[in-house]
Nanobody, 124 residues
Framework: QVQLVESGGGLVQAGGSLRLSCAAS????????MGWFRQAPGKEREFVAA????????YYADSVKGRFTISRDNAKNTVSLQMDSLEVEDTAVYSC?????????????????WGQGTQVTVSS
């Protein structure tokens, strides 16, 4: 089992940057696929990015490709999401998620463990 705690959210102007972090408990963090999802008010939760257990494979939603970068440090039990060139449409609660085996990395149904989320607000 793993517990996840996100940090790094906040208010930023359009075009700015933020870096989200997700700290995980547990000794088997390096075995988990990690993902970031977001949910804006009145909208369904959507996939943002995911990273394999080794960090060698990364996946991104088309809407953030080229602007966001997911990374992980298995020695520190953390996964990060560097968000650059932020847009107003990126405003949402961002949550990290984990699972030992994910068939469809872009589906929130594939992740068993979730953090509480951190608010990201991008102003125009």
């Amino acid at each position: 089992q793993v517990q996840l705690v996100e940090s790094g959210g906040g208010l930023v102007q359009a075009g700015g940057s933020l870096r989200l972090s997700c700290a995980a408990s547990g000794r088997t963090f390096s075995s988990y696929v990690m993902g970031w999802f977001r949910q804006a008010p009145g909208k369904e939760r959507e996939f943002v990015a995911a990273i394999s257990w080794s960090g060698r494979r990364t996946y991104y939603a088309d809407s953030v490709k080229g602007r966001f970068t997911i990374s992980r440090d298995n020695a520190k039990n953390t996964v990060s999401l560097q968000m650059d060139s932020l847009e107003v449409e990126d405003t949402a609660v961002y949550s990290c998620a984990a699972d030992l085996s994910v068939s469809y990395y872009y589906s929130d149904q594939g992740y068993d463990y979730w953090g509480q989320g951190t608010q990201v607000t991008v102003s125009s």
